[in-house]
């Protein structure tokens, strides 16, 4: 059974730091989605990794994944408050039921 | 539509009553997807259809729940008899065919059960 687990689950910085999240995996998968929640409000995608050191970037967001070492991380730089929201990242299963499985998401909190 | 639609937005019912939640997807999308999200955040996949067939229910409970995506109609996540514990964000997701492709959520429905 496909498990996602993200850390850290609550993350708190201040303005202009870099950090990263990251996504663990527990089995193969060819499929890898990062997507943001703002309180109240639906999910937004963000990113879909699709291959093995694939590496996306959008603005101050970059999301890489290793498939080998079943881990995706999204790396955000020079934080800004705008960026403050849950991150979640979701798993593909690669059964035809094709379904996808989330991490607990990260609460992202970005001091001014 | 280029979006998917839900409604309503919010429901309250009384436990043992019935809900109804309905989802229309982007229009030509194959795929339709029904989450419910608790209150830790937490996103358990439901059920998926692939046009009126479902494709996946391994999610649902099965004695209270059912969905349904007739033809040329909003698809449905009926709960008989709700219980408490059903309070949640039920979001329904669409997408245009299985490879590599997003899911688009739509905006959600919660449902409260008093």
């Known amino acids: 059974e496909l498990k996602v687990e993200q850390n850290p689950l609550f993350l708190s910085m201040q303005e202009g730091k870099n950090y990263t999240i990251y996504c663990n995996y527990s089995?193969?998968?060819?499929?890898l989605y990062w997507y943001r929640q703002d309180p109240g409000k639906s999910l937004e995608s963000l990113f879909v990794?699709?291959?093995?050191?694939a590496v996306k970037q959008e603005g101050r967001l970059m999301a890489s994944l290793d498939t080998k070492a079943r881990l995706s991380t999204l790396h955000i730089t020079a934080a800004v408050h705008d960026l403050s929201a849950t991150y979640f990242c979701?798993?593909?299963?690669?059964?035809?039921?094709?379904?996808?499985?989330f991490g607990k998401g990260t609460r992202l909190h970005i001091l001014p | 539509g280029e979006e998917v639609a839900q409604t309503p937005k919010h429901l309250v019912r009384g436990e043992g009553q019935k809900a109804k939640l309905y989802c229309a997807p982007i229009?030509?999308?194959?795929?339709v997807f029904w989450y419910q999200q608790v209150l830790k955040n937490e996103f358990k996949f439901l059920i998926s259809?692939?046009?009126?067939?479902?494709?996946?229910e391994t999610g649902m409970p099965k004695e209270r729940f059912s969905a349904k995506c007739l033809p040329n109609s909003p698809c449905s996540l009926e709960i008989q008899a709700t219980k408490l514990e059903d309070s949640a964000v039920y979001f329904c997701?669409?997408?245009?065919?299985?490879?590599?492709?997003?899911?688009?959520f739509g905006a959600g429905t919660r449902l409260s059960v008093l």
């Open positions: 997701a669409s997408s245009p065919d299985r490879v590599g492709n997003i899911q688009y």
């Open positions: 089995t193969t998968s060819d499929r």
């Open positions: 990794l699709l291959s093995n050191g």
């Open positions: 979701a798993v593909a299963t690669m059964n035809r039921d094709d379904k996808i499985i």
């Open positions: 229009k030509g999308h194959s795929y």
């Open positions: 259809f692939q046009n009126e067939n479902v494709f996946d």
